[in-house]
Structure formats: C-alpha cells, structure tokens
C-alpha cells in the first residue's frame, strides 16, 4: 500500500497511538512541504512518544517555515510537561540554528534539572554558534553529569570563540580520556599558538584515541 498525504492523515486521526506514531515516521517519504503541514497535529498529540517523534521530525521539515517552526519548538521546549519532548525540542531547534530562541533555552537550561534537557541545549548552542552561548557552555562545564560537560566541550569548540582555548586547557589533562578526546576535537578549530601547543601535547598522549584525534586535528 503506497503512502500519501490521505493515508497519512487518516492514522493522524486514528485512536491507536501507534498508528498515529506510525503516521509520523511515514511523513519521511512524503513531500517536505505537505509533511510539515501534517506534522502540526502530531507536535500536539496526547501520547508523548507522539509528540516526541514529530517535534525531532521538525529539526528536518522546520525549513518549510522557520518562522512557525519557531514557534512551534518554543513552545514544545517552554510548555510540554515530558522532559525528552523538550529535549527533542532543543535539538531540533539547533538543527534549524534558531538564534531566536537562545534565552528561552538559557532559562530552560536554569530551570531544568534533567541532565538530557541540558545536555540538548548545550549541543544546540554549538550547532548554533551564536556568541552569547559562550557563558552557558562555560558554565555547564561545571555539571556534576559527565555527558552534560563533555557535550560544553564539544559546543566550546563548535562556537568557536577564541575565549573559549583558555577554559578549555584544563580539561586536557583530565584523568578521563574520553574528556581528554573530546578537549582534542574541540582544540581542533582554533588555530591559537596555544591550542596547537596542546594538540602537540596530546598527540603523544598514553590513549590511542586521544593521541590519533589530537594527529588528526594537527593535520598529521
């Protein structure tokens, strides 16, 4: 049975929620424009696997409107009561580089104590790249959950503020190698005398994996 923008409709409408969910992932094949239409029902279903599939689905169909999109995602991010809808909503809205929505997701960021919710804003403001992320990611290098800070160091490279060479240094000698490989990958988009100073250093570091990503971002 082919798909079309009826057959998708219909299990929008339907009772089981999963056909409803099945009506989102169906939405892939057809025409971006007419499944960023069908796609508003779903961003407010009742079942929040629903809400969830759709509200990531926008991170793609989001450019058939930015302006609704926006909105949209704002309003799943500040309003919906399921943490990972939330988190779905600040990646979508990296993924769209909505700068627009940078002090909802600072206050989010604040007010949340799920670390999946902060750790969707933090990649969201490096996908972003927008300057005043910088004293939120620096900030969140400070997390007690290690993925929240790892995902700072990443998006501390991704802005790419030089500011943020300084605060990253000390992190390259962290007992962690996996904070060590990621301070690496981070180095690698600043071309400061310190930065390369430190992909130097890391390059000989005892971890494989740090030392070859620290070579790689070297150009060596």
């Given at each position: 049975?082919?798909?079309?923008?009826?057959?998708?409709?219909?299990?929008?409408?339907?009772?089981?929620?999963?056909?409803?969910?099945?009506?989102?992932?169906?939405?892939?094949?057809?025409?971006?424009?007419?499944?960023?239409?069908?796609?508003?029902?779903?961003?407010?279903?009742?079942?929040?696997r629903?809400?969830?599939?759709?509200?990531?689905?926008?991170?793609?169909?989001?450019?058939?409107?930015?302006?609704l999109?926006?909105?949209?995602?704002?309003?799943?991010?500040?309003?919906?009561?399921?943490?990972?809808?939330?988190?779905?909503?600040?990646?979508?809205?990296?993924?769209l580089?909505?700068?627009?929505?940078?002090?909802?997701?600072?206050?989010?960021?604040?007010?949340?104590?799920?670390?999946?919710?902060?750790?969707?804003?933090?990649?969201?403001?490096?996908?972003?790249?927008?300057?005043?992320?910088?004293?939120?990611?620096?900030?969140?290098?400070?997390?007690?959950?290690?993925?929240?800070?790892?995902?700072?160091?990443?998006?501390?490279?991704?802005?790419?503020?030089?500011?943020?060479?300084?605060?990253?240094?000390?992190?390259?000698?962290?007992?962690?190698?996996?904070?060590?490989h990621?301070?690496?990958?981070?180095?690698?988009?600043?071309?400061?005398?310190?930065?390369?100073?430190?992909?130097?250093?890391?390059?000989?570091?005892?971890?494989?994996?740090?030392?070859?990503?620290?070579?790689q971002?070297l150009?060596?």
């Amino acid at each position: 049975m082919s798909i079309t923008p009826e057959s998708v409709q219909t299990l929008l409408r339907s009772d089981n929620f999963g056909e409803r969910l099945s009506a989102v992932n169906q939405m892939r094949q057809l025409d971006p424009a007419v499944a960023f239409d069908l796609i508003q029902a779903a961003v407010v279903d009742k079942n929040a696997r629903v809400r969830y599939a759709a509200v990531s689905q926008l991170g793609s169909l989001g450019h058939q409107n930015l302006a609704l999109a926006l909105e949209v995602l704002r309003r799943s991010l500040l309003e919906d009561p399921e943490f990972d809808v939330q988190a779905a909503a600040a990646d979508s809205l990296g993924a769209l580089k909505l700068t627009e929505a940078f002090e909802d997701l600072h206050a989010v960021y604040n007010r949340s104590s799920e670390w999946i919710v902060q750790f969707s804003i933090v990649a969201a403001l490096g996908e972003m790249g927008d300057p005043r992320g910088f004293d939120l990611l620096t900030q969140a290098l400070q997390s007690e959950n290690e993925l929240v800070k790892t995902a700072a160091i990443g998006a501390l490279g991704e802005l790419g503020d030089e500011r943020a060479v300084d605060v990253l240094l000390p992190y390259a000698t962290d007992t962690d190698w996996q904070i060590r490989h990621r301070v690496a990958q981070a180095l690698s988009h600043f071309s400061t005398p310190e930065a390369r100073s430190e992909l130097e250093r890391l390059s000989q570091d005892e971890v494989s994996p740090v030392a070859q990503e620290a070579k790689q971002s070297l150009g060596s």
